[in-house]
Structures are given as structure tokens and as C-alpha cells.
């Protein structure tokens, strides 16, 4: 009988292969042994394992393979544990009708016949990787030899866990505007530090030190650690108190929406934080630090690293960065620990800068994937993957699933001698029939997988999205050592010409608004349709819909939708969107549709205001419309008086809030300088 010998503090990943109740029966023998306790069955979704530790960890591949859960769960096992892995025999694990690819429906495309890209490279990984103990149903199961365990003792620190916590003091006692950014992998006990440092401040005196992360839970080892170090209990969920001082969880947006002062204020898992959030705590909070995951299920602190260090260099030039390196629950170079990384792509990473040095739209060749040769391209599929995981910090392991078997999906590229220097992702909608579409229109109908049509005929009221064909962009990236070459035009005009090829209507997008993405879609002739009314979760930011026709059908709705974009946003810009930076709302309203002429009644009133004769209250309407024409035609230069119009006229923020933003002391000098814009608008008297 073959035996399975567990060491101290390497992680082992047992494969049953065979049917569902073979490999259930044996799972459920080989964890009851104490010495693997606690014995987990992974259950949808393996949140609510987040800091825990396991000592053997079944995950059944019968029920779904989920990769965010999976790896998720697999951080849980400690040093010596057991991952029991069980699957459907390998070869016939790709055709397997895994639930998960539930989620990769779409309506009116009939689920692929094409067995899981996805899982037949897990089921190759599986079979090739060394370390993997494999039992196929009918061959005896191993003898399971536990581990000796060897608990560390209490208040136990790693030598960068120890580093990390000294910076950390040094944060809340040094120079201000020195923030901390720690990364590491998942354990490297980033959190643990944070809870001793926490303890420490309150220690040395501190009275107040604030934590906060995207949900309460991700903090409960951060917390856990800092009562050990304290020695007293937990108390309240997010809350702990010591002496006269504690250790608080607020939420990310009360932190900037309420007063909360601190000494020091930890954000734990920042990669899943909106980077306006982020931005807007580095600048409220003058002693911060932030930790995020390199490779994260709910976002990679490599996408982050990349993006927030733009917004850290801006504001806060001394800040710091500090990377954990050294396990805490298993050894450097755990087999588990290289077996997840290869299977979910965790250490994908982008072509190196050097091999992109000279790219440029004339040396790099578009092209379309083929998903089938893709998946048996390693090198090409850890360049793609990498570079996504670089551009969108959101990036998770189920979205490898996602653009290896997403059943609409296409994978477009622009390679420069063979490396990925841009890519994009580009997803098939529409063309329902008539009674479909009405359905979706009057929100009756919410069919899976078409998000554009569904977006525009649900919100914006016309049936013709829905019943038309079109392509959305779901991502689009450029290599960071290439950007601002026109890779990104480059590859975004090859979507559209094929796009056009195919006989779709139009192509779209949908994104977190900002300026600078704002200009490269209208580049591409693309313009604004929607702007959401609420921020979105991942973004921080108000989603924005653009839209480019194809054909006469669509561009007749693309002109319809951008008509009612210039009625509907105008009008938002003093209610629901009034919170919106007016630097980007005067940008979105340059090209929209003109408010109807100002009569003689109104060129009265706005002479008389701009000459000191009028109070700005008196004469709002024909103010705000000659302030919507002005920007309307780009008459507008100066970014100041852009901001001045659109804060004042269009979104009625008050006068207060007006002199803050334009630097000056108050109303008066505020009205002032609203009246030398308007002056200069008017046209001179003959």
C-alpha cells in the first residue's frame, strides 16, 4: 500500500480522479485522521474560510471548480496540511458538465460543445506537476502520514514581519506624508503585522488607530493579532479596546464622508478598494499605510502597485513600499504553493520591458487568438494574462476561466516579435427578436451575458439596442513600457474594422469615467451615451457608455442615445450627479447637442450680471444656458473657468464650496470671477 509522508512544513496536494462517490468516500477517510484536523470540505464560494487554518482541505471538482475559491481556501492550510483534490478521471475532465461554466452562459448562444480550455491546462498541470500524489479510482489509497507539529510560540515574528512592524511605528512617529505600502503573497502574515503594530502604537501611548478594508471580515486576523499582543479579548467585531485607547474598523467611505481622526490609519487588501477611495484617504490622513496581496482573488497588488504608485509619487514622494517574502504558515517553496500559482496563473506575468523597447504601431501586427492553440501557448498565455493582471488590478483567477471558455468572447493582440504589447477582450451581444427586445426595454427581461443592449435598451428606452448586433470591449490594455505610442488607437481601430466586417450595428464600451479614458475612446470616434448614477464597486468612479455605429441602423442609434445624453445629463448635473469632478463633466459636455437659443430678455440679464447689476440667484436660468452652449462648443478654454461654470451654473454646489476649489477666499472673489467668464462669452455690443 502506498504511502503519503507529510513533512512539517510543506503543503501536499493529494488527486483523486474517478467518479463523484468514489472519490466523496475516499476523501472522507483519508481526513479523519485527528492529527489533520481541522478537516474542511470547501463549500461555493470559500469566503467564509478567510482566516481561518486548516489541517486538510477536501475541494470536490464534481460540484464546480471555482479558481477564486480554490485558491482562496488553499491559503488556509498550514504548514504540513493536506489539499485533497478531487476530479473526474483527467481525460475526461474538460467535457465534464462542471456547474461553474453555468456562469459563462450567454443568452441566445447555445452552450459550447468545445470541452473547458480551462480545465483541460489544469487536468495537463495536474498530470505533469511532480509533487501531485495521483489515485485513480480501482488503485489502493495511500497510507496518509501526518506531520509532527511544531507550533511556533506566541508573539512569534518573521524577520520581515518584524521589519514591517518597526516601519510601521515609524510611520505614526516620523516625518507626516511618509506613507507605507506593504505587499506580499497570501502568507506572508501582512495582517498579523498590522495587528502587533497596532498594539504597539496603543502601547507607546497612541490613542487611536483606525483600520479599514473592502469588507469588515478581512480584518478579523489584523484584529486577532493585536488582542494577543495586548493580551485581552476581542470584544466587539472591528473594534478593540485597551486601556484608554483602541483599535477601530470603519468602512472606507465613512472615513472620508465623517470625521474620524487617528494616529494612524491601516488599510488592509487595498487592491480591492476603488483607487478614488484610496486617493482620497492617502489625502485625508496624513499617517497611512496600506497592504495589499500580490496575488489576490478579489484584485493583484501588481495591477495596483503599477496604478497607485502613479497617485503616491504625485502626493506623497517619500512614501515607501516594502515586500514580505518569508511564509508564515508553510515554508519557502511549498509544492502547494507552486501547484496554485501554475494552475490559476498567479505568477503570470507581462513580456519584460526590454523585449518591447522599440514597439510601435509599424513593428507590432494585429491579430485574433485562437483560444484552442492559445491554451497550449504557455508563454503567450502568461504574457496576456500577466499584462491583464498589470492593467486592471481587479483581475481575479476566475477571469482566466472567463477568457479561456467564455463562449462570446474573442481575444484580439497586437505582437511585437512574437510578445503581447496590447490586447483586448471583445464579447458578441444582441440581436434579439422583437418581442425580446421589448421585454428587456420595459425591464422585464435581464438575459445573461449581453450587458451593453440590455444597459441601453433597459435605462436608456430604445428596443433597437437590444433587437441590433454589437460588440463590447470589455477590456483593453497596453503594455505599460509602451504606452502613449498609439498602440492602444492602433489595436482599438483593428476592433472596430472587424468588428464593421462582421455586419455588427455598433461597438461599445462601458468604463469607470475618468478624463484621460474619456479621450482615448473619443479618439477612437467614440462618444459618450450614459454616465451612471451611482459610483461603481470596482471602479470608485460613475460608469460611462460609449458608443460608435457601424452601420446605418447603428449609427442611427447611437445619434438617438448621444441626443439624449445632451437632454438627460445637463439636467442630472444638480442632483444625482452633482458630486461628479466638474473638470470631467465639462469634458463630456463638449460636442452635445446645443440648448436653444437666449432671447433679448436673457442677453439683459446676463449683461447686467456681468457688469455688477445682477445677483448671480436673479438670473440662473440664462446663466447655466449660456454656460451649457459654452461648453457645448468648446468655447471654454481655461480650465479654471471650465470648472467655475460647470460647479456653479450646472451643478448649483455652493458658493463656499466654489472658492475652495478655485483657491480663493470667498463668495465675493468667487462671484468676481463667474463675472469675468460670462463677460467674456457675451458678444461685444456693436
Not at 478579523?220 to 483602541?246: I, K, N
Not at 461628479?580 to 463638449?590: I, Q, Y
Request: glycine share 10%; charged share 25%; aromatic share 4%.
Amino acid at each position: 500500500m502506498p504511502e503519503l509522508t507529510l513533512s512539517p512544513r510543506n503543503r501536499r496536494c493529494l488527486l483523486l480522479t474517478g467518479d463523484a462517490d468514489w472519490c466523496r468516500r475516499a476523501a472522507s477517510g483519508l481526513v479523519a485522521d485527528p492529527a489533520l484536523q481541522p478537516a474542511v470540505w470547501l463549500e461555493a464560494g470559500g469566503r467564509r474560510l478567510l482566516g481561518t487554518e486548516t489541517g486538510a482541505l477536501v475541494v470536490d471538482a464534481h460540484a464546480g471548480f471555482d479558481p477564486d475559491a480554490f485558491g482562496l481556501a488553499c491559503g488556509t492550510l498550514r504548514g504540513g496540511g493536506l489539499l485533497v483534490l478531487l476530479t473526474p478521471p483527467l481525460a475526461h475532465w474538460p467535457a465534464f458538465d462542471d456547474p461553474q461554466r453555468r456562469r459563462l452562459a450567454v443568452a441566445l448562444q447555445e452552450a459550447s460543445a468545445v470541452p473547458s480550455r480551462f480545465l483541460a491546462r489544469a487536468a495537463r498541470v495536474l498530470q505533469t506537476d511532480p509533487d501531485v500524489f495521483r489515485v485513480q479510482q480501482g488503485e489502493a489509497l495511500p497510507v496518509v502520514v501526518p506531520a509532527a507539529r511544531s507550533p511556533r510560540p506566541p508573539g512569534w515574528r518573521s524577520p520581515d514581519q518584524q521589519r514591517a512592524v518597526e516601519a510601521l511605528l515609524r510611520v505614526a512617529s516620523g516625518h507626516r506624508r511618509r506613507p507605507l505600502v506593504l505587499i506580499a503573497d497570501r502568507g506572508r502574515g501582512k495582517s498579523a503585522a498590522f495587528g502587533m503594530a497596532a498594539a504597539g502604537l496603543l502601547r507607546a501611548g497612541h490613542r487611536r488607530v483606525l483600520v479599514t478594508a473592502p469588507r469588515i471580515d478581512a480584518v478579523d486576523a489584523l484584529f486577532e493579532h493585536a488582542a494577543r499582543e495586548l493580551g485581552v479579548p476581542r470584544g466587539g467585531r472591528g473594534h478593540l479596546h485597551w486601556q484608554d485607547a483602541d483599535i477601530r474598523f470603519v468602512a472606507p467611505d465613512a472615513l472620508l464622508h465623517d470625521d474620524h481622526p487617528a494616529d494612524l490609519l491601516l488599510v488592509d487588501e487595498a487592491a480591492a478598494i476603488p483607487a478614488p477611495l484610496l486617493a482620497g484617504l492617502l489625502r485625508r490622513y496624513p499617517r497611512i499605510a496600506f497592504a495589499t496581496t500580490v496575488h489576490g482573488y478579489e484584485g493583484t497588488g501588481r495591477g495596483f502597485a503599477v496604478r497607485f504608485s502613479q497617485v503616491l509619487d504625485r502626493d506623497t514622494r517619500g512614501w515607501k513600499a516594502l515586500r514580505l517574502e518569508t511564509p508564515i504558515r508553510w515554508a519557502a517553496g511549498d509544492p502547494l504553493e507552486r501547484l496554485v500559482s501554475r494552475l490559476l496563473l498567479l505568477d503570470a506575468g507581462a513580456a519584460d520591458d526590454a523585449v518591447l523597447r522599440d514597439a510601435t504601431p509599424q513593428t507590432c501586427t494585429p491579430g485574433v487568438l485562437d483560444r484552442d492553440r492559445l491554451v497550449g501557448d504557455e508563454a503567450t498565455l502568461r504574457e496576456l494574462f500577466g499584462l491583464l493582471v498589470l492593467a486592471h488590478y481587479r483581475t481575479r483567477p476566475f477571469d482566466l476561466r472567463h477568457m479561456l471558455d467564455g463562449i462570446n468572447l474573442d481575444i484580439l493582440v497586437l505582437r511585437h516579435r512574437g510578445h503581447v504589447a496590447a490586447t483586448a477582450l471583445v464579447a458578441r451581444e444582441g440581436g434579439f427578436d422583437a418581442a425580446t427586445a421589448d421585454a428587456i426595454a420595459a425591464g422585464e427581461r435581464r438575459p445573461h451575458g449581453h450587458l451593453l443592449p440590455e444597459l441601453l435598451a433597459a435605462h436608456l428606452g430604445p428596443p433597437d439596442a437590444a433587437r441590433l448586433r454589437c460588440a463590447r470591449i470589455v477590456r483593453i490594455a497596453v503594455h505599460p513600457a509602451v504606452q502613449g505610442r498609439g498602440l492602444g488607437a492602433q489595436l482599438l481601430a483593428f476592433i472596430v474594422a472587424r468588428a464593421g466586417g462582421q455586419g455588427l450595428d455598433f461597438i461599445g464600451s462601458s468604463f469607470g469615467a475618468t478624463r484621460g479614458l474619456l479621450r482615448f475612446w473619443r479618439r477612437g470616434g467614440f462618444e459618450p451615451v450614459r454616465l451612471g448614477i451611482r459610483r461603481g464597486a470596482a471602479s470608485g468612479e460613475h460608469s460611462l457608455v460609449v458608443l460608435r455605429g457601424l452601420s446605418a441602423p447603428g449609427e442611427a442609434l447611437a445619434d438617438q442615445l448621444r441626443s439624449r445624453f445632451g437632454r438627460q445629463f445637463p439636467a442630472q448635473l444638480g442632483d444625482a450627479l452633482r458630486d461628479v469632478e466638474p473638470a470631467l463633466v465639462a469634458d463630456l459636455l463638449h460636442g452635445i447637442p446645443a440648448p436653444g437659443g437666449l432671447d433679448e430678455a436673457d442677453r439683459r440679464d446676463l449683461r447686467a450680471y456681468a457688469h455688477g447689476r445682477r445677483r448671480c440667484e436673479d438670473c440662473l436660468a440664462p446663466l447655466a444656458d449660456l454656460a451649457l452652449a459654452a461648453l457645448a462648443a468648446g468655447r471654454v478654454t481655461e480650465e479654471r473657468d471650465r470648472v467655475l461654470l460647470v460647479a456653479r451654473l450646472l451643478q448649483k454646489r455652493s458658493w463656499r464650496e466654489v472658492a475652495q476649489r478655485l483657491g480663493v477666499p470667498g463668495r465675493r472673489q468667487a462671484d468676481a470671477a463667474l463675472r469675468q467668464v460670462i463677460a467674456a462669452l457675451l458678444p461685444r455690443s456693436p
